[in-house]
């Protein structure tokens, strides 16, 4: 699944390719993408611009004219790209988006698990997804102080906690088995167990190692792609997720994979012990 760096090169990327262009048609091979009716889907963005595309997490924020945004989610399979109108469809293209320019914005999806969702800008907030969301991993809105807080009120291991979304948006499986590792913390510690000190160092982490995905346009893992068919190559600086048997990075002894929240989970057993301090 894209984690936030995937979903911000994909942000990027199309924000070139579709800024101040107009929908002149939509077509829905799909319906069920569509979160409410389709029809009015259809009705309501017809004739509309693209005027830009923001990102909260791993949702794309599509800002329309007329205070309208798409709030899209890419789920597994999900992907955009540009084509040209001659080009023929894709069989995994569920919709498409016919422009003024003599182009297509086509969303595919391999397993038809993406939505599109339209609200009112300033509204989607208020949606169930968006409304649990943790803050952005900036140092403006992601702050030590409150993510100590938060994690002393939790019972279930960092791994898990990382996953939800509510502490922070935007990590994944791959990238919260990286931070974790760079941290030296277990993915099964308790998150009322980690001191304030490997909690700052945590953080700081979190926000350098996804910036540093996000230069290098995120991590190719099975079909993810930009929305111009970049492929992302932070893969080759991964230091620990997928390397199960490897000898970790610093300290030589072979990674483990475990599963933890019904996830896959690599981890340094050297470098990453599981120590409880509880009494």
């Known amino acids: 699944m894209p984690e936030l760096p995937e979903v911000e090169t994909v942000r990027r990327g199309l924000s070139e390719l579709v800024t101040d262009k107009q ?7 799909y319906p069920k993408i569509i979160q409410g009716d389709p029809q009015e889907f ?8 693209f005027e830009k595309i923001d990102r909260r997490g791993k949702y794309l924020l599509f800002r329309f004219s007329g205070e309208l945004t798409m709030v899209s989610h890419l789920r597994m399979e999900g992907k955009y790209s540009v084509k ?23 969303y595919n999806d391999v397993r038809k698990f993406g939505r599109m969702h339209l609200v009112k800008t300033g509204t989607e907030d208020d949606l169930a997804a968006l409304k649990k969301l943790g803050p952005e991993p900036t140092p403006e809105t992601f702050l ?3 993510f100590y807080q938060e994690l002393r009120k939790k019972k279930k291991v960092i791994k898990t906690a990382l996953l939800d979304q509510t502490i922070v948006a935007g990590l994944g499986n791959i990238y919260v088995d990286e931070v974790l590792w760079m941290t030296k913390i ?4 308790k998150c009322f167990e980690i001191t304030y000190e490997q909690t700052q160092k945590l953080h700081d982490n979190i926000i350098l190692e996804l910036n540093r995905a996000i230069k290098a346009h995120g991590t190719t893992v099975f079909t993810f792609a930009g929305a111009n068919a970049e492929i992302g ?3 080759n600086q991964l230091n620990v997720y997928g390397k199960k048997g490897e000898p970790c990075a610093r300290c030589q002894t072979p990674i483990e994979k475990i599963v933890v929240g019904q996830r896959g989970t690599h981890f340094c057993p050297h470098c990453q012990k599981l120590i409880s301090v509880a009494s």
């Open 144 to 146: 030590v102080d409150e």
């Open 186 to 189: 277990h993915p099964e510690t």
């Open 23 to 29: 929908i002149t048609g939509i077509e829905l091979l």
């Open 84 to 106: 040209s109108s001659e080009m023929p469809l894709d069989k995994h293209t569920h919709v498409v988006f016919d422009l003024d320019d003599g182009t297509q914005l086509r």
């Open 233 to 235: 190559s932070f893969q």
């Open 42 to 49: 259809i009705k309501e963005l017809t004739g509309k611009k």
